[in-house]
Antibody, heavy 124, light 108 residues
């Protein structure tokens, strides 16, 4: 069965960096685009970033552009989110999610499997 | 970015009720709409995509309809496990992919 397991969250001071990981199993990771979606405490869902199945295309929400970098290692079945210059408003649970369209250079954006999330708290 | 607006934001219902949640897009999105269910402390779960296509394994009491700017999610006979927050999401114009603000279904 499909499993997505995030790690790397924690408490970090404003301006510092953090790298999240998402370990995938149960499907051919190298064939699917992957997303990061976040949810601030008590709030709704906000799409953060996406990477195509082969890493050739990456897109970001305006709120994180220039500060966050999405990447993947298909040999390790792992997705990453490097978060720099963190701000208090980046505090959220971060979910990785699988796109449901295989081998699409431009992912579709239907998120059929999600990880359990990892909490990032930005506070001094 | 396309704005997605759900109504109501929350409501109370009883087990066995038929409930409907509405989602409106700020511009036409054809049928490029998905619905997700989220329970407290859990990840969202895909229920419906392409406005009306049920994801594998999702009970048939869930259904979706609409196209263009107006969409609905209907639960035909509310079960105890259906009390949750529901989100719509457009995938017509991206990035960014955008979600509605959520609709919380509570027990009456």
């Amino acid at each position: 069965q499909v499993q997505l397991v995030e790690s790397g969250g924690g408490v970090v001071q404003p301006g510092r960096s953090l790298r999240l990981s998402c370990a995938a199993s149960g499907f051919t990771f190298s064939s699917y685009g992957m997303h990061w979606v976040r949810q601030a405490p008590g709030k709704g869902l906000e799409w953060v970033a996406v990477i195509s199945y082969d890493g050739s295309n990456k897109y970001y929400a305006d709120s994180v552009k220039g500060r966050f970098t999405i990447s993947r290692d298909n040999s390790k079945n792992t997705l990453y989110l490097q978060m720099n210059s963190l701000r208090a408003e980046d505090t959220a649970v971060y979910y990785c999610a699988k796109d449901n369209s295989p081998r699409a250079t431009m992912v579709r954006g239907v998120l059929d499997y999600w990880g359990q999330g990892t909490l990032v708290t930005v506070s001094s | 970015a396309i704005r997605m607006t759900q109504s109501p934001s929350s409501f109370s219902a009883s087990t066995g009720d038929r409930v409907t949640i509405t989602c409106r897009a700020s511009q036409g999105i054809s049928s490029y709409l998905a619905w997700y269910q989220q329970k407290p402390g859990k990840a969202p779960k895909l229920l419906i995509y392409a406005a009306s296509t049920l994801q594998s394994g999702v009970p048939s009491r869930f259904s979706g309809s609409g196209s263009g700017t107006d969409f609905t999610l209907t639960i035909s006979c509310l079960q105890s496990e259906d009390f949750a927050t529901y989100y719509c999401q457009q995938y017509y114009s991206y990035p960014p992919w955008t979600f509605g603000q959520g609709t919380k279904v509570e027990i009456k």
